[in-house]
């Protein structure tokens, strides 16, 4: 999976960073790809640094940023000095990391538990559908029974996509809108995420790919023609990697994609 770092857009203006000089500027962007990377609160190895960074001239280079306070010497390298300022520390992203993978098995424990204890009655099942209706008929009533057991479906649609995007005329069929409808759920009861994620993942969608690459929910589990990860996938890491970091809260998403 790719990562990204955080860089202000007029970072080249900073007056350290001019004071540095343009040599130095360079060194100081690798090296924040190589933090972000070793996740190591933004330490650089001396020795790492001047052997596989691809630059000459790496001590002075590092001297004029340690020299405007860009980075701090170390014993045995360099430290960049605003690191944890702009990201999270090494020991909060792995415990995010871990109550998510802790979540993640909790939702998939417990839908194991209810698939054995509910094996008729549970709603991933095929209902029975009504005697004497159209297919179109058919199709409103699974709706109907798909939002009865999740509710919170027409909220996310509603909510996280309609407040963003438009839905095409092609989805407002009953078909269309079952669609919709069961690939928000599988997004919640297959892949995992909580109902909170779910929201997120559709809201990214509609205000960064609708309606050029997404023209409903209803793509988020099919594959992207770029490669074999699913859509939720890739937006998921999208989410994550343009966060800078392991927090996904929706005041930093809605301030970052809005």
Same mark, same amino acid.
């Given at each position: 999976? /790719?990562?990204?770092?955080?860089?202000?857009?007029?970072?080249?203006?900073?007056?350290?960073?001019?004071?540095?000089?343009?040599?130095?500027? *360079?060194?100081?962007?690798?090296?924040?790809?190589? &933090?972000?990377?070793?996740?190591?609160?933004?330490?650089?190895?001396?020795?790492?640094?001047?052997?596989?960074?691809?630059?000459?001239?790496?001590?002075?280079?590092?001297?004029?940023?340690? @020299?405007?306070?860009?980075?701090?010497?170390? #014993?045995?390298?360099?430290?960049?000095?605003?690191?944890?300022?702009?990201? %999270?520390?090494?020991?909060?992203?792995? &415990?995010?990391?871990?109550?998510? @993978?802790?979540?993640?098995?909790?939702?998939?424990?417990?839908? @194991? +538990?209810?698939?054995? +204890?509910?094996? *008729? !009655?549970?709603?991933?099942?095929?209902? %029975?559908?009504?005697?004497?209706?159209? #297919?179109?008929?058919?199709?409103?009533?699974?709706?109907?029974?798909?939002?009865?057991?999740? %509710?919170?479906?027409?909220?996310? *649609?509603?909510?996280?996509? =309609?407040?963003?995007?438009? =839905?095409?005329? !092609?989805?407002?069929?009953?078909?269309?809108?079952?669609?919709?409808?069961?690939?928000?759920?599988?997004?919640?009861?297959?892949?995992?995420?909580?109902?909170?994620?779910?929201?997120?993942?559709?809201?990214?969608? @509609?205000?960064?790919?609708? /309606?050029?690459?997404?023209?409903? %929910?209803?793509?988020?589990?099919?594959?992207?023609?770029?490669?074999?990860?699913?859509?939720?996938?890739?937006?998921?890491?999208?989410?994550?990697?343009? &966060?800078?970091?392991?927090?996904?809260?929706?005041?930093?998403?809605?301030?970052?994609?809005?």
């Amino acid at each position: 999976m /790719p990562l990204y770092v955080k860089l202000d857009t007029d970072y080249y203006q900073d007056e350290k960073m001019l004071d540095a000089g343009e040599a130095a500027e *360079v060194l100081y962007l690798r090296c924040l790809c190589v &933090a972000k990377e070793q996740m190591r609160d933004g330490y650089l190895n001396r020795k790492t640094i001047i052997a596989f960074i691809g630059l000459s001239d790496v001590e002075d280079r590092a001297q004029a940023l340690v @020299a405007v306070g860009l980075w701090k010497e170390t #014993e045995d390298g360099w430290l960049i000095a605003a690191w944890l300022k702009h990201n %999270p520390s090494a020991a909060d992203i792995a &415990a995010r990391r871990e109550q998510k @993978a802790s979540a993640g098995r909790k939702r998939w424990e417990h839908s @194991a +538990e209810h698939s054995a +204890e509910h094996p *008729v !009655s549970t709603p991933t099942q095929t209902e %029975p559908e009504p005697e004497g209706k159209t #297919e179109g008929e058919t199709e409103e009533h699974r709706l109907k029974q798909l939002h009865a057991d999740y %509710p919170e479906i027409a909220s996310i *649609v509603k909510t996280n996509w =309609l407040a963003h995007a438009e =839905l095409p005329k !092609s989805s407002q069929t009953p078909s269309a809108k079952l669609t919709i409808a069961n690939t928000i759920r599988l997004l919640h009861t297959e892949d995992g995420y909580s109902w909170e994620d779910v929201g997120r993942i559709v809201e990214y969608a @509609a205000k960064e790919w609708a /309606p050029t690459y997404m023209g409903s %929910p209803a793509k988020l589990r099919n594959p992207i023609k770029a490669g074999d990860r699913l859509v939720h996938e890739k937006i998921w890491a999208d989410i994550n990697n343009h &966060a800078g970091s392991e927090d996904n809260s929706m005041a930093e998403l809605l301030e970052r994609i809005g």
